[in-house]
């Protein structure tokens, strides 16, 4: 007779292991409180002092806030005319949302395969993926390793192109000793739960000047330009991507704490390293 095959026990299930956990302090709690108690939830002054803020850290360049660090690219494309029968050169390694922002606006994302060591788009490959339709060039700096900017917009000089660096995860880092966002063409940083800082969701886009932001403002908001006490015109199509006062609050608390985020990020970083006997990139960023 046959011998019952034994019963599979299945593996004991491990815990959970979050990818992140953001840390909200008690004085931004009490200042959330505030802002709801105000009476001004929505887009308003916590928004208007968080882009304030922002644009200190990058240096004075004009920063507009978003309730995503996704629209903030697909906003950038439509500023540099990027549309229709057009293509952007992006990068396969990086979440969906980098190539869907150029489906969003009609284009076409042409993958550039990755450095094996820096885990960031090949530059050495870029030029020959280029053809008469490229219009931008949309790099990441994936988990916060910039990629370097100084072959990048070398790249995209020599060709007329313009960038959008999905910079999410890399707020606080530097290149060049300059850090990233101070400098370059359209930078785009994401502010959701599991990126160095948070503003629950959100993100800002840093822009170039202040015809641009303009324009990012009436994208931002139903393409919205206002006058006098009530009136407003419609000169685009535009969403509705407004960081509401809540947020920024949540924003303006983190901020603070950005290098001490950043460290603890590098330190966990480290840990994983060496438990998985993986070499360490040595570069300028995070």
């Known amino acids: 007779a046959r011998t019952a095959e034994p019963a599979l026990i299945p593996p004991p299930a491990l815990p959970f292991l979050p990818f992140t956990r953001p840390t909200i302090d008690d004085e931004t709690i009490a200042g959330v409180t505030e802002v709801l108690r105000s009476g001004w939830i929505t887009s308003g002054p916590k928004v208007k002092e968080f882009e304030a803020k922002l644009s200190v850290l990058f240096g004075g360049r004009p920063v507009r806030a978003f309730n995503s660090g996704t629209c903030t690219m697909e906003i950038a494309l439509r500023i540099a005319g990027v549309g229709p029968g057009h293509e952007v050169i992006t990068t396969p390694l990086s979440w969906v949302a980098t190539s869907n ?13 990755i450095d094996p060591v820096t885990r960031n788009i090949d530059l050495a490959r870029i030029e020959a993926a280029i053809t008469p339709a490229t219009r931008a060039i949309i790099p990441v700096d994936l988990a916060g390793q910039p990629v370097d900017r100084d072959r990048l917009y070398a790249i995209a000089k020599k060709h007329n192109l313009r960038v959008v660096e999905d910079a999410a995860q890399s707020i606080g880092s530097t290149w060049g000793g300059k850090r990233i966002g101070s400098f370059g063409d359209f930078v785009s940083f994401s502010f959701h ?20 932001a303009k324009l990012a403002e009436q994208y931002r ?5 206002r006058s006098g006490t009530d009136g407003m015109e419609v000169e685009v199509v535009g969403g509705k991507y407004n960081l509401t006062d809540v947020a920024a609050r949540v924003g303006l608390g983190q901020l603070p704490h950005l290098d001490t985020f950043n460290a ?3 330190d966990l970083a480290r840990i994983y390293f060496e438990l998985l006997n993986t070499p360490v990139v040595h570069a300028s960023g995070l």
């Open 264 to 266: 603890q990020r590098r």
């Open 101 to 113: 922002v150029i489906l969003e606006v009609g284009a076409k994302p042409v993958f550039v395969d």
């Open 221 to 225: 908001l139903q393409g919205v330009v």
């Open 193 to 212: 739960p599991n990126k160095n800082i948070t503003s629950i969701e959100g993100g800002c886009l840093v822009l170039n000047n202040e015809a641009e």
